[in-house]
């Protein structure tokens, strides 16, 4: 019982210790002792260290605290004086060359030998590297953190594709393709392919992020996107994988019969173009990562010596066949412009030839990130950078300015002078602010020297006062004032911001959005048939829903649609009752809305009323008008009120009167449009101007600009004494009313000429009234 205790007791000791020690080394934050920021130089580090090592020494400073105090600055800046202490501190929080991974994994390797120990299992007799000491060495060089990942690695996959194995501890397989990811490794590495190792152990978040859920997983990162890799973990696999991740356009096949085309293309891209020479059949992995890396500034092509399609080529550039070759040309194609050769040709190499040839001789603005680039900004005076400008108009061919100001550019070639041109039509803003507005520049080209004082724009520029023609006299005086302005930069006396230059050479909006919409099909491709699937179930379960709701609300709808038509099928009776003209007014009454008020609110159709009334009256409200005179209004409006009293319910309806004897010119308009309402005038009638419209109703849609027409109704008797009317609407159009007849009949009574208007009413809100459409509302003078 007291060794237990006493075991008890020393465990929660170490427990204690440990937590006091860990505690400590999160209190000592070296950035703070010393003052400085994150981002600092080694300079201020060293300046801050200085001037607190003076104050806090033991033998000036007399205050207790002052010799601990020392330690700290003392051993902050040994910290951050070494960029590798630094750089471990930064990631893992501690400068220790283990790193924190290895401490834990030390933590780790101590509950797991106790374990053997009280078990007497020894990790040996199976030769299973599980501790740090033993397989730690090979993945800790490559170890990736949430934050590196994010900050350095994404940003870096647009130059180079990184190939990343995700691990973990007590991982069988991990163990067992060791060997050959160590290979790969150290191959793909010399090449320049990017290499990552997470340990989904203690970087969960990161693990999570790149959607691996199960150890070991490879995948590869270009252009910030994942591919995982699913064959068997073999040397030539892996190989292929990442060759699969670069695009498949990086470097173009050249023959005899194309590499004049090839090399044409520098006026057209505004990029030098790379010829590799070699005899390898398929193009070597180290050319395509190249031609990656640098796809920004430079075309890349491949010639196979040893074909017949190649020989031309060989012969013009004088290309030993026995090593391979790599030619960059620049704006003159029949001389290469560089030239490198050797059997064994390394990354560094070939990186170092190609960052020395990045530019044309005289490279064409053709975007503000160029601009940046080749004119950078003035940093002191020992680092002044003069950029020479011709801006000329844009030529299919070379033109003779330009062609001068090139072999002016070839031999005058220095660290401190850029040369550079503009297409003035093209950056129209940007060579106005340096050519003078006068007719001497119109229409020529012109050549300024500048310096770039911000990023803002600023600059000091000096413009030649004669347009720029190629003579021997215009090299002269550019010449004279380049070597000028070596002994006194004052001679950039003009001051200007410039512009930001457009990005001519970028896609149109129509193909990045097709760019864009190839990118995520692929990627959701990819994702369905080879990513995991439990990062594809939110969006599973996203489309089933929307199914679903889909066809839910399609069948909801195909059943409501279904009983609307039940529904809305009158009884047989009152169809019939509708054919033989029996249905009462009582049945408008009972199938309408009750009315909200005890009178009806009928207003006057005037030029004041008119715009709100019917020309901006809202959608699928309707106004009806009765017609009436000065002498028939109070018995005709007696008459409307009593017809469409059981309708004032509707609140789509609204009801007006309009004047015949102030408006008849606008009355007929409408009724122009109206089959067989009026009638064209010829000169045997006598009274067609005296034409009786009185009890005339008009239903009036402001929104869609049609009326339906409502006539009076005539006695029979008047029927049969006109004789021209055979057959009779004994609902709506039931003939033509005239204030006096031709046949010498005498006045109707006027109330009986509405005695039809509530069965009128009811079809009218049913919608099956005839509709005459108008282009537009005609003017109510």
């Given at each position: 019982?007291?060794?237990?205790?006493?075991?008890?007791?020393?465990?929660?000791?170490?427990?204690?210790?440990?937590?006091?020690?860990?505690?400590?080394?999160?209190?000592?934050?070296?950035?703070?002792?010393?003052?400085?920021?994150?981002?600092?130089?080694?300079?201020?580090?060293?300046?801050?260290?200085?001037?607190?090592?003076?104050?806090?020494?033991?033998?000036?400073?007399?205050?207790?605290?002052?010799?601990?105090?020392?330690?700290?600055?003392?051993?902050?800046?040994?910290?951050?004086?070494?960029?590798?202490?630094?750089?471990?501190?930064?990631?893992?929080?501690?400068?220790?060359?283990?790193?924190?991974?290895?401490?834990?994994?030390?933590?780790?390797?101590?509950?797991?030998?106790?374990?053997?120990?009280?078990?007497?299992?020894?990790?040996?007799?199976?030769?299973?590297?599980?501790?740090?000491?033993?397989?730690?060495?090979?993945?800790?060089?490559?170890?990736?953190?949430?934050?590196?990942?994010?900050?350095?690695?994404?940003?870096?996959?647009f130059k180079k594709p990184y190939l990343i194995?995700?691990?973990?501890?007590?991982?069988?397989?991990?163990?067992?393709?060791?060997?050959?990811?160590?290979?790969?490794?150290?191959?793909?590495?010399?090449?320049?392919?990017?290499?990552?190792?997470?340990?989904?152990?203690?970087?969960?978040?990161?693990?999570?992020?790149?959607?691996?859920?199960?150890?070991?997983?490879?995948?590869?990162?270009?252009?910030?996107?994942?591919?995982?890799?699913?064959?068997?973990?073999?040397?030539?696999?892996?190989?292929?994988?990442?060759?699969?991740?670069?695009?498949?356009?990086?470097?173009?096949?050249?023959?005899?019969?194309?590499?004049?085309?090839?090399?044409?293309?520098?006026?057209?891209?505004?990029?030098?173009?790379?010829?590799?020479?070699?005899?390898?059949?398929?193009?070597?992995?180290?050319?395509?990562?190249?031609?990656?890396?640098?796809?920004?500034?430079?075309?890349?092509?491949?010639?196979?010596?040893?074909?017949?399609?190649?020989?031309?080529?060989?012969?013009?550039?004088?290309?030993?066949?026995?090593?391979?070759?790599i030619l960059i040309f620049k704006e003159h194609?029949?001389?290469?412009?560089?030239?490198?050769?050797?059997?064994?040709?390394?990354?560094?190499?070939?990186?170092?030839?190609?960052?020395?040839?990045?530019?044309?001789?005289?490279?064409?603005?053709?975007?503000?990130?160029?601009?940046?680039?080749?004119?950078?900004?003035?940093?002191?005076?020992?680092?002044?950078?003069?950029?020479?400008?011709?801006?000329?108009?844009?030529?299919?061919?070379?033109?003779?300015?330009?062609?001068?100001?090139?072999?002016?550019?070839?031999?005058?070639?220095?660290?401190?002078?850029?040369?550079?041109?503009?297409?003035?039509?093209?950056?129209?803003?940007?060579?106005?602010?340096?050519?003078?507005?006068?007719?001497?520049?119109?229409?020529?080209?012109?050549?300024?020297?500048?310096?770039?004082?911000?990023?803002?724009?600023?600059?000091?520029?000096?413009?030649?006062?004669?347009?720029?023609?190629?003579?021997?006299?215009?090299?002269?005086?550019?010449?004279?004032?380049?070597?000028?302005?070596?002994?006194?930069?004052?001679?950039?006396?003009?001051?200007?911001?410039?512009?930001?230059?457009?990005?001519?050479?970028?896609?149109?909006?129509?193909?990045?959005?097709?760019?864009?919409?190839?990118?995520?099909?692929?990627?959701?491709?990819?994702?369905?048939?080879?990513?995991?699937?439990?990062?594809?179930?939110?969006?599973?379960?996203?489309?089933?829903?929307?199914?679903?709701?889909?066809?839910?609300?399609?069948?909801?709808?195909?059943?409501?649609?279904?009983?609307?038509?039940?529904?809305?099928?009158?009884?047989?009776?009152?169809?019939?009752?509708?054919?033989?003209?029996?249905?009462?007014?009582?049945?408008?009454?009972?199938?309408?809305?009750?009315?909200?008020?005890?009178?009806?609110?009928?207003?006057?159709?005037?030029?004041?009323?008119?715009?709100?009334?019917?020309?901006?009256?809202?959608?699928?409200?309707?106004?009806?008008?009765?017609?009436?005179?000065?002498?028939?209004?109070?018995?005709?409006?007696?008459?409307?009120?009593?017809?469409?009293?059981?309708?004032?319910?509707?609140?789509?309806?609204?009801?007006?009167?309009?004047?015949?004897?102030?408006?008849?010119?606008?009355?007929?308009?409408?009724?122009?449009?109206?089959?067989?309402?009026?009638?064209?005038?010829?000169?045997?009638?006598?009274?067609?101007?005296?034409?009786?419209?009185?009890?005339?109703?008009?239903?009036?849609?402001?929104?869609?600009?049609?009326?339906?027409?409502?006539?009076?109704?005539?006695?029979?008797?008047?029927?049969?004494?006109?004789?021209?009317?055979?057959?009779?609407?004994?609902?709506?159009?039931?003939?033509?009313?005239?204030?006096?007849?031709?046949?010498?009949?005498?006045?109707?009574?006027?109330?009986?000429?509405?005695?039809?208007?509530?069965?009128w009413m009811e079809r009218l809100l049913e919608?099956?009234?005839?509709?005459?459409?108008?282009?537009?509302?005609?003017?109510?003078?």
């Amino acid at each position: 019982m007291e060794v237990k205790k006493l075991s008890i007791s020393w465990q929660f000791l170490i427990v204690l210790v440990l937590i006091l020690q860990i505690l400590s080394a999160l209190d000592f934050d070296p950035y703070r002792v010393l003052g400085v920021s994150r981002t600092a130089s080694q300079a201020d580090i060293k300046k801050a260290y200085k001037k607190l090592a003076r104050e806090w020494h033991p033998d000036k400073n007399k205050d207790p605290g002052a010799e601990d105090k020392f330690i700290q600055i003392s051993k902050a800046y040994e910290i951050l004086s070494n960029e590798e202490k630094r750089s471990n501190y930064d990631h893992y929080g501690d400068a220790g060359e283990n790193q924190g991974y290895q401490k834990q994994q030390q933590q780790r390797e101590y509950r797991f030998r106790h374990f053997h120990e009280n078990f007497y299992f020894d990790e040996s007799f199976f030769h299973f590297p599980f501790n740090s000491e033993r397989r730690g060495s090979i993945d800790e060089k490559y170890l990736l953190h949430f934050s590196h990942y994010v900050n350095e690695v994404v940003p870096d996959s647009f130059k180079k594709p990184y190939l990343i194995k995700i691990t973990s501890d007590w991982c069988f397989s991990c163990i067992h393709i060791e060997p050959v990811w160590k290979e790969v490794v150290q191959e793909l590495e010399r090449l320049g392919v990017g290499i990552g190792v997470v340990h989904a152990g203690y970087e969960r978040r990161l693990a999570h992020h790149l959607g691996a859920h199960s150890t070991p997983s490879i995948l590869g990162i270009i252009n910030g996107k994942i591919s995982f890799f699913h064959n068997a973990v073999v040397r030539e696999n892996l190989r292929q994988f990442v060759e699969s991740l670069l695009p498949g356009n990086l470097v173009e096949k050249v023959t005899n019969k194309n590499y004049i085309r090839f090399l044409s293309g520098w006026q057209q891209e505004n990029k030098p173009h790379v010829l590799l020479f070699d005899q390898m059949p398929v193009v070597p992995l180290l050319y395509k990562l190249t031609a990656f890396a640098y796809k920004d500034y430079l075309t890349f092509g491949y010639v196979r010596i040893g074909l017949r399609e190649a020989e031309e080529m060989k012969r013009q550039y004088n290309v030993n066949v026995y090593a391979p070759t790599i030619l960059i040309f620049k704006e003159h194609i029949n001389k290469p412009a560089d030239a490198i050769q050797a059997r064994g040709m390394k990354k560094q190499v070939i990186d170092d030839f190609i960052t020395q040839n990045k530019y044309l001789l005289a490279a064409r603005l053709t975007s503000q990130r160029l601009f940046h680039e080749l004119c950078p900004v003035k940093r002191s005076h020992r680092q002044r950078k003069y950029c020479v400008v011709l801006l000329t108009a844009e030529a299919a061919k070379l033109s003779k300015p330009f062609d001068a100001f090139l072999s002016f550019a070839l031999a005058n070639t220095k660290d401190t002078v850029r040369f550079v041109h503009v297409y003035s039509n093209r950056q129209q803003e940007f060579a106005n602010t340096l050519v003078p507005d006068s007719d001497t520049f119109q229409g020529k080209s012109a050549v300024s020297i500048l310096e770039r004082r911000t990023t803002g724009g600023r600059v000091v520029y000096k413009t030649l006062e004669a347009p720029w023609t190629g003579s021997e006299s215009d090299k002269l005086t550019l010449l004279g004032y380049l070597d000028q302005l070596r002994r006194d930069p004052a001679l950039l006396s003009s001051e200007a911001v410039l512009p930001d230059l457009t990005d001519e050479l970028a896609p149109i909006f129509l193909l990045r959005w097709f760019y864009s919409a190839s990118d995520y099909i692929s990627d959701c491709w990819d994702s369905i048939f080879h990513n995991n699937w439990r990062e594809m179930m939110p969006l599973l379960s996203l489309v089933f829903s929307a199914l679903f709701i889909l066809f839910g609300t399609v069948i909801v709808q195909a059943f409501s649609d279904s009983n609307d038509e039940r529904e809305s099928n009158p009884p047989d009776k009152e169809e019939a009752h509708e054919k033989a003209g029996k249905t009462e007014p009582s049945f408008a009454k009972e199938n309408s809305r009750i009315p909200k008020k005890g009178f009806v609110e009928v207003t006057e159709l005037t030029d004041v009323t008119y715009t709100s009334n019917l020309v901006r009256l809202r959608p699928g409200h309707m106004n009806v008008v009765l017609i009436l005179s000065n002498s028939t209004k109070t018995s005709l409006l007696q008459k409307f009120a009593l017809e469409v009293y059981t309708f004032t319910g509707s609140s789509c309806l609204h009801f007006s009167f309009l004047s015949l004897d102030k408006h008849r010119e606008w009355l007929e308009y409408l009724l122009e449009f109206a089959q067989d309402a009026a009638p064209i005038p010829n000169q045997y009638d006598k009274h067609f101007m005296e034409r009786d419209y009185t009890g005339y109703v008009l239903a009036l849609n402001g929104h869609k600009k049609y009326f339906c027409l409502f006539k009076p109704q005539k006695a029979v008797e008047e029927e049969e004494a006109l004789g021209s009317c055979s057959d009779l609407d004994s609902s709506l159009h039931l003939g033509d009313s005239r204030g006096k007849s031709s046949c010498g009949l005498g006045p109707r009574p006027i109330k009986g000429k509405l005695s039809k208007l509530s069965l009128w009413m009811e079809r009218l809100l049913e919608g099956s009234l005839q509709r005459f459409y108008i282009p537009s509302w005609p003017e109510l003078d």
